[in-house]
């Protein structure tokens, strides 16, 4: 083979290269966003269950306490009022409850939910914080574009980085106003650089780099879905929401039960 052939021969090899290179960069930059989108989807639909469930999950330990300790003074036997003690245990205030609700207690000491609970009153249910399908298409956007992946200067990975960390902050919070103005910015900004022509052996180390960032994604995805939150946005993920209620209706069921065992117990 001649030298000319030879040198067109490894042309045409490094330009598929390039392809895969480009194709698995893409491939990468869409597993991020996605998986990127469950992590806000799992962290807010946490922080709703905190809100709308924790006062009922008080409750049930109260009554469990309640329970416990009333058997305890019926029968003085030692080991009941070991569990009784153990039940009391459980409803003390655990550090940095105030900061869980995110303000939700009132000068009472109790939240909206818990008020509710105990005066039968309506409570104006938690703000929505998934974001909006005009928020998601925005963050894709931007995702797209700005991701630091697609950088091959440092420099460069840098400054796409601190961005895209602004993106991501937007986001979980659902704020479209913020996230349009980041797309303005942006697109206003200097162009990203030129490639540089890459030799073979830089695009199989960056195709091995990419292979090892899915890889890590997956685990991240994993530990996402395997959590007991990821589960429950698994079960409806169309409506996540609506488990909320479903619980909160079993959660009422079960108080129900123990408060009439309570009364039992009392007579």
Do not use: C
């Amino acid at each position: 083979m001649s030298e000319e052939s030879r040198s067109e021969e490894e042309a045409r090899a490094a330009e598929r290269l390039e392809r895969a290179v480009r194709a698995a960069e893409q491939a990468l930059i869409e597993f991020e966003i996605a998986v990127e989108t469950f992590r806000v989807e799992v962290e807010n639909f946490s922080r709703l269950h905190h809100q709308r469930l924790g006062p009922m999950y008080s409750r049930l330990d109260e009554l469990d306490a309640l329970i416990a300790e009333a058997v305890a003074a019926r029968t003085g036997d030692p080991e009941d009022i070991r569990k009784a003690r153990e039940a009391r245990g459980l409803v003390l205030p655990m550090p940095g409850v105030e900061e869980l609700f995110n303000g939700w207690i009132d000068s009472e000491g109790l939240s909206p939910e818990a008020a509710a609970m105990l005066t039968e009153r309506p409570v104006q249910p938690p703000p929505r914080v998934r974001p909006s399908e005009e928020a998601r298409r925005i963050y894709r956007e931007l995702a797209r574009k700005a991701h630091p992946d697609l950088a091959e200067e440092e420099s460069e990975r840098e400054r796409r980085g601190a961005f895209i960390v602004r993106v991501n902050a937007a986001y979980a919070a659902g704020d479209v106003e913020t996230l349009r103005a980041l797309a303005e910015e942006w697109a206003a900004g200097p162009p990203p650089p030129e490639r540089r022509a890459s030799r073979s052996e830089e695009l199989y180390a960056r195709l091995e780099w990419l292979a090892e960032r899915k890889e890590m994604l997956a685990a991240v995805a994993a530990e996402l879905e395997s959590s007991a939150i990821g589960a429950m946005i698994k079960m409806a993920p169309e409506d996540p929401d609506r488990l909320l209620d479903e619980i909160a209706e079993q959660l009422l069921a079960q108080a129900a039960e123990k408060e009439a065992r309570l009364a039992e117990l009392a007579r």
